[in-house]
Each structure stands twice: as structure tokens, then as C-alpha cells.
């Protein structure tokens, strides 16, 4: 579990270390969409040739039938992107990724309590709850 633990913490530095570096590719374009685009770009050729080079290039030919909803990610995650990109340099680096912590808080805590898109129910308890809190007030105190 703990080696799960780090890589996520790993993922956490790579959305802090991502928004400042797509910021100066939005500024370096001109715009943030197409800063965007081009880092959506380069992360689906790595993931492309790390997918092949693992073997795994044959599952693209099931992505016909899988449900349509499931392609849903890569719109949200566009979302994350530009968002991040927009917000980084009039919010900074920390009250960014308090905001991005604190709406994934939210929509955890509702998607454990109810089970939807395919999760198991988890009991949402008062330490939960008091979880996101905390996390409401690091970003409040974020801003101070």
C-alpha cells in the first residue's frame, strides 16, 4: 500500500510542478487552450509508446466497446488542464493546488457515499468529513 501511497505523492508533485510549466507554454502560445492541447499532446505520445513498448497495443482495439461515458476523462482532465493553466499565475502554485485538493475532497466524499461510476459505497464519517474541512482551511489559509 505504501508504495501506492508514493506514487501518488509523486503525482501530486508532478500537478504542482505541471501548472507553473504549462502556464509558461500558455504564455509562451498566447493562450491557454492551445497550451492545453499541445500538453495533452505530448502526454498521450508518451503514453502511446510506453503503452506499446509494454505490450499493451492491442487494447486500443477494444476501445469501441467500451462505454461511452468512460471517455468522459479525458474532458474533465482537459478541464483540470486548462483550469490549472488559467489560475496558476493569478492564484499561485499552493492556493491552486488547495483548490484542485478540495474540489477532489468533494467529489470523493460523494462519490464514496454514494458508490457511483462503478465505486464501491464507503462510509463517509465525521473524520472524512472533518478531512475535507482542514482542507478547506489550507486553502483558506492559503490566501492569506
Known amino acids: 500500500m505504501w508504495w501506492a501511497v508514493a506514487a501518488v505523492v509523486l503525482g501530486g ?14 504564455r509562451g ?10 500538453s495533452f ?3 498521450f505520445l508518451v503514453l502511446l509508446a510506453v503503452s506499446v513498448l509494454q505490450g499493451q497495443g492491442p487494447a486500443y482495439l477494444r476501445l469501441a466497446q467500451v462505454p461511452g461515458w468512460t ?14 493553466i488559467w489560475g496558476v499565475s493569478s492564484l499561485g502554485v499552493v492556493t491552486l493546488v488547495a483548490a484542485l485538493i478540495l474540489g477532489q475532497m468533494g ?4 462519490i464514496d457515499a454514494t ?3 462503478g465505486m464501491a459505497v464507503r462510509e463517509v464519517t465525521p473524520t472524512r468529513i472533518a478531512a475535507a474541512g482542514l482542507v478547506l482551511a489550507g486553502l483558506l489559509l492559503s490566501r492569506l
Do not use: D, E, T
Request: proline share 6%; glycine share 16%; hydrophobic share 70%.
Open 29 to 38: 502560445l498566447g493562450a491557454p487552450a492551445p497550451a492545453a492541447a499541445v
Open 41 to 43: 499532446g505530448v502526454g
Open 13 to 26: 508533485v508532478a500537478i504542482a510542478v505541471q501548472a507553473p510549466i504549462n502556464a509558461a507554454l500558455g
Open 115 to 117: 458508490g457511483v461510476l
Open 71 to 84: 471517455l468522459l476523462g479525458g474532458i474533465l482532465g482537459a478541464w483540470y488542464v486548462f483550469a490549472s
Open 107 to 110: 467529489a470523493a466524499l460523494v
